[in-house]
């Protein structure tokens, strides 16, 4: 399958990827990026039946189309007790997080040392982290290198955890600043990603825009 436009002008904002060895793999990752999820599907599918990828892919896919509750299982599947701290791990640990399930995030970060998802709970927790360790060590870092996906990444994680803090610190004036900090992020993450043809980000901060929306009766004049 050859890749169309724009997929091809991703590459400049993703520099990490600029030394992977499996173009297939690089297609399906563009591909995600801008949701484009059932040619995704396909051509993970078209490599499993060749023996050539396991059921990450489709578990990846699951999820990245909301349906986390079965992203998560297919990735249980998959894992079973072995090796978590790998790019599976990863995923299912974001996969967790995406559809809300602290439980399941916190296992799956600690279990895949996944610093991402760790920090974004630290973040939910009233804990920002110091230096290189909270999220916004890890943006500045991002921005450093010039990975506009893996900054775009982050931010959402950022902002979804400063949203949902809300429900987990209480309504005092300083989580309302935080949340009110959050939503800003995600609309600012929702124009940057869609003008950048990062869709699936696009789609995700609006979504969390609205799943964690203040009911009318608490919000402050």
Known sequence: MRLSQPSLELLIDVPRFETLTD????EFELL????RLDEAEALAKDRLRR??????YLCRVHCERGRTDEGTRCFRQLLGTGLRANRWGR???RCAWDGHDLDEARHAAYSAHDPRVMAALDTLNGYSGEGDEGLPGMLA???SQHDVLEELQLQLL???AEMRAWSTLGHAPAVKAKLDRGRRRLQSLVAEASKRGFLLLARKAALELKRNSIPPATRTH
Not at 23 to 26: A, F, I, R, S, T
């Open 141 to 143: 870092a991002a921005r």
């Open 158 to 160: 950022l902002g979804s």
């Open 32 to 35: 995600v990026q801008e949701d």
């Open 23 to 26: 173009p297939p793999g690089l």
């Open 51 to 56: 023996d050539e990828w396991n059921e990450g």
């Open 91 to 93: 995923a299912a640990a």
